[in-house]
């Protein structure tokens, strides 16, 4: 009972010691803080918590030296797992000041500790130890350590219950040592018990440059840029970094330059591996052996999936696994188990040689199925069973081929190209050939699925084969704009033989949507098309060819004025697709996303804002999780909310130079943000290749917003007269297939004919918007007719009106749009001291919504006309780089939000982006703020609301 917890045998510049000197400057003055109080004796309870080998103990020990040299008293306790047998014997074992194991302090203590343990004497020693610690702490201040808590027994844990009851009345500090991974219901109650929710130092992942100081500590000098990238990857732990040191200097993988060390080519996986053995060496051999085949299930698994591949009944597995997470190499979770860290799990794995591991992989996917697991745990094995795959491998991917395309896509396309036979398809299985193209299109794969597909189409005579393989390629061309070829090759199939009923109603669905979307179609032509399609949905049952077609009917309804009846469509159509069907959570959120829409131009923004929130969740729950269209669709209410750089910040991820399936309205919307909100050259350069993604094919609101850009681009280099050409085309009296979103640029348009002398032109527009108001007689379409007919009779009065209606239905792009024209109206008429203010406002927008472009235009515009707005900052002005006046406009949205207590999600909901461009945002926000928790964000919109000039 003599086991010690203290560090006097600890090496000089052991990981527990270093650790506790890099990066970790925060927690160590929040633990001396808590010392520092509690040697005035304030009690309480403190909870160090981190991951094996985070340098938990050595942080403790670090902050401790100092107290104790100064006289405060420490207990030093440790628990584990096998102590967990024996009640109390981490506080039967604690070390007081005078290094003496407390049971042997006491004759009463150390009688009952050499009891067997019973009821009676469990009870009695609590009361006991209870009396030593407040007579200790009647002669002064302590300080009670226990290590590794999550041990703690249950009568332990009860014993920490009264003593953190004490605390409150006594100078005694209770302080634990928690590793992740390990962490008990007890030590829940543990925590919650000793009130420590308010003092819990937690010991994450160190950051880069924390780590690469701690490399530099050991190695004597920086770390070269491969060795940097090598070391990025034990993820911020200090034990494993300095022991993957210590592990490439003994295999002499190290060389010095005259400015750094570096680490030669290759070292990665041998490095790993050793640094995994060095962990199997603690564990007995059937432990290690039970966790090198752990390694194969993957990074979690659960205890019966590791029975299964073994071949081993699970209690036979017990021992070893309890083992291994004892040593903190295995941490249990709700599911199963998962190795404690990447780094560990992959060294483990990688030190099974390849072609061993191909056959272990191969076996355990066959045990798998034969148990009846699923499809995609079965495909995992398979993708690491090896460049070839046994005949039972093969039969068995070709019969779960579907299930593995529409649940797991991207495991889907390894696994499917082997068994179809390697890189080099040769035409054996097309089948499975069919089944590997549609898995690409799910994953963006685009190029190299559609030259499959076609191939397949163009040798394949067999209907079901080619008829689901082209759906799925239909849709693919519907969400990059190729709206023509998706029709023409719907109809190819349709005119077959053979093609399965189901099937027909969808590719029906999608040639209808082919005909709708683009512009106005030939009605007798589509109403046979629709016919035929939804006879077949009804006669096969088919809810998502049901739900495309009302999707389409209610597209064509909103077209022709009917926004009720286009209401009453979608809603039917999301009610079609609750269930999680084929295809269906990516058509609900095209679905949600058009009601989203529709909601907004009719002024509905919680609406609006609660359906493409809806329409985020589907994308999510999808087995692709392709946000695109939502993406998109989104971009139209930021656009009316005026949330630019929100928008923006979503369209960039689309619209990366790597995607592997570029979005043509993706494109041409961001062109509209960059024009909108970024500098001339970052614009002309997404405009550019914008063009080149359209090559002439733009149709519907594609097309719409590249001339948009095309037009804001030809007014930034001084050329009206080009602006109104390329604006001309959109906004022409007859077609009314997509008014709502044309007509948003209508007054632009009106106001560029105006100012080049082209009133006829300008009537035009006007009548443009006349008729789009008349067909569909809402009240935002009505606004936007009095806008361009207030430009066109050079009307302040009627312009300041439109502003109010604008400005009560917080439509902020568009309120800022009017109140320019209204301070060049207000300008025009030589009524100066007016037009200021106007102008003021208009630009206070801009810069609020981070539309700095706009901002810098209508100055050069009111500057022409004589005004000179009294503004302090310019528009192109640069940003702090720190601080609140740091923030982004759309940081600042986030940041307020945040302060509200909303959680990501909550703020993503309400904005209608996603979850990680929020988290990204918080982040930025935290970093340029120098805090560490959302609750600074919050303190200080409550410091700024409480004086002049709140953000």
């Not at 302090?105 to 009695?124: I, K, M």
Request: hydrophobic share 45%; proline share 4%; glycine share 10%.
């Amino acid at each position: 009972m003599d086991a010690v917890f203290n560090t006097s045998g600890r090496r000089p510049g052991s990981t527990a010691d270093v650790a506790a000197l890099f990066g970790r400057e925060h927690e160590k003055a929040s633990l001396r803080d808590r010392l520092t109080r509690a040697r005035n004796g304030a009690g309480g309870g403190v909870l160090v918590t981190g991951e094996a080998g985070a340098g938990v103990t050595g942080l403790v020990e670090h902050c401790l030296a100092e107290p104790v040299r100064a006289g405060l008293q420490v207990w030093r306790g440790e628990a584990d797992e096998l102590g967990r047998r024996l009640p109390l014997l981490p506080f039967l074992e604690c070390r007081t000041s005078s290094g003496q194991a407390l049971y042997r302090s006491s004759p009463d203590l150390a009688e009952l500790a050499r009891s067997a343990g019973g009821a009676v004497s469990v009870a009695a020693t609590s009361g006991l130890l209870l009396e030593a610690v407040e007579e200790q702490c009647a002669q002064g201040p302590l300080v009670l350590v226990i290590d590794h808590a999550e041990w703690l027994d249950d009568a332990s844990v009860a014993l920490w219950r009264r003593l953190a009851r004490t605390a409150v009345d006594l100078p005694l500090l209770l302080l634990a040592c928690v590793r992740y991974g390990q962490w008990s219901r007890l030590v829940e109650s543990l925590v919650v018990a000793g009130r420590l929710d308010d003092d819990v130092i937690e010991l994450g992942p160190l950051a880069p440059d924390a780590t690469l100081a701690l490399a530099r500590h050991r190695l004597g000098a920086p770390s070269g840029e491969s060795l940097v990238r090598l070391l990025s990857q034990v993820g911020g732990n200090p034990r494993y970094l300095l022991e993957l040191l210590d592990v490439l200097d003994r295999q002499g993988l190290l060389r010095r330059t005259d400015t750094a060390v570096e680490v030669a080519e290759g070292a990665a996986e041998p490095a790993f591996t050793e640094l995994a053995e060095l962990r199997l060496a603690e564990l007995s051999p059937g432990a290690a052996q039970a966790v090198r085949e752990a390694a194969l299930l993957g990074q979690r698994f659960r205890v019966p999936d590791l029975a299964t591949v073994t071949g081993q009944p699970a209690t036979a597995l017990l021992a070893g696994v309890r083992e291994a997470v004892s040593t903190g190499l295995l941490a249990e979770t709700e599911t199963g188990l998962s190795f404690c860290h990447p780094v560990l799990w992959r060294g483990i794995r990688e030190s099974v040689p390849a072609v061993l591991r191909w056959s272990m992989h191969a076996d355990a996917a066959h045990r798998l199925a034969e148990s009846g697991a699923d499809a995609v745990q079965v495909a995992e094995h398979l993708e690491q069973a090896g460049p070839v795959l046994s005949r039972w491998a093969v039969g068995w991917v070709r019969q779960q081929a579907s299930a593995l395309v529409e649940q797991a896509p991207q495991l889907a396309v390894p696994v499917l190209r082997v068994a179809a036979g390697g890189e080099k398809l040769d035409g054996r299985d097309k089948a499975l050939q069919a089944a590997l193209a549609r898995a690409m299109l799910r994953t963006r794969r685009y190029t190299q699925a559609l030259e499959l597909a076609r191939n397949i189409l163009a040798s394949t005579d067999d209907p079901v084969l080619t008829s689901e393989l082209a759906w799925d390629l239909a849709r693919s061309l519907h969400l990059v704009g190729g709206h023509t070829e998706a029709g023409r090759l719907c109809e190819e199939q349709l005119a077959r033989e053979g093609v399965p009923l189901a099937l027909r109603a969808r590719l029906g669905a999608c040639l209808v949507y082919a005909l709708v979307v683009p512009g106005e179609p030939v009605r007798a032509r589509l109403a046979t098309i629709e016919a035929a399609a939804e006879a077949a949905a009804r006669d096969s049952g088919d809810q998502w060819a049901l739900a495309g077609l009302a999707l389409c009917r209610a597209v064509a309804a909103r077209a022709g004025g009917a926004a009720e009846r286009s209401l009453a469509l979608l809603e039917e159509a999301g009610g079609l697709l609750g269930g999680v069907g084929d295809g269906r959570p990516e058509l609900h959120a095209v679905v949600l996303s058009e009601l989203a829409d529709l909601l907004g131009e009719l002024d509905r923004r919680p609406d609006s804002d609660a359906a493409q929130a809806r329409a985020r969740a589907s994308a999510a729950r999808s087995r692709t999780h392709d946000g695109r269209w939502t993406a998109v669709a989104g971009f139209a209410l930021h656009l009316r909310n005026g949330d630019w750089s929100l928008g923006g910040d979503e369209l960039a991820e689309l619209c990366r130079p790597d995607e592997p399936q570029p979005m043509l309205s993706a494109h041409c919307a961001f062109a509209v943000q960059q024009a909108v909100c970024a500098e001339p050259e970052a614009a002309s350069e997404q405009l550019r290749r914008a063009q080149q993604l359209a090559g002439g094919r733009a149709v519907g609101r594609a097309s719409t917003l590249l001339r948009v850009a095309e037009a804001m681009a030809a007014e930034r280099t001084g050329e009206p007269d080009r602006a109104l050409r390329a604006l001309e085309g959109e906004l022409t009296a007859g077609r009314v297939q997509g008014a709502a979103y044309r007509l948003i640029w209508c007054p632009r348009a009106v106001r560029l004919a105006l100012d080049c002398g082209h009133r006829e032109l300008a009537e035009r527009f006007v009548g443009f918007a006349r008729q789009a108001a008349s067909v569909q007689p809402v009240p935002h379409r009505a606004r936007v007719l009095a806008w361009c007919e207030a430009l066109l009779a050079a009307d302040a009065t009627g312009l300041g009106a439109v502003a109010k209606y604008f400005r009560s239905v917080e439509r902020r792009t568009q309120l800022a749009w009017v109140l320019e024209d209204l301070a060049a109206a207000e300008a025009a008429a030589g009524r100066m001291a007016e037009a200021r203010p106007v102008l003021a406002e208009a630009l206070a927008l801009y810069r609020g919504m981070g539309a700095l472009a706009e901002a810098r235009r209508t100055e050069q515009r009111l500057r022409a006309a004589g005004v000179d707005a009294v503004v302090r900052r310019r528009a192109g002005r640069r940003r702090a780089a720190s601080g609140w006046e740091a923030l982004t406009p759309a940081e600042l949205t986030v940041a307020r939000l945040v302060g509200q207590g909303l959680s990501n999600p909550e703020t993503a909901a309400r904005l209608g982006v996603s979850v990680r461009t929020v988290q990204t945002h918080v982040s930025g926000i935290l970093a340029k703020l120098g805090a560490t928790s959302r609750v600074a964000i919050a303190q200080e919109l409550a410091r700024r609301s409480e004086g002049p000039g709140v953000g």
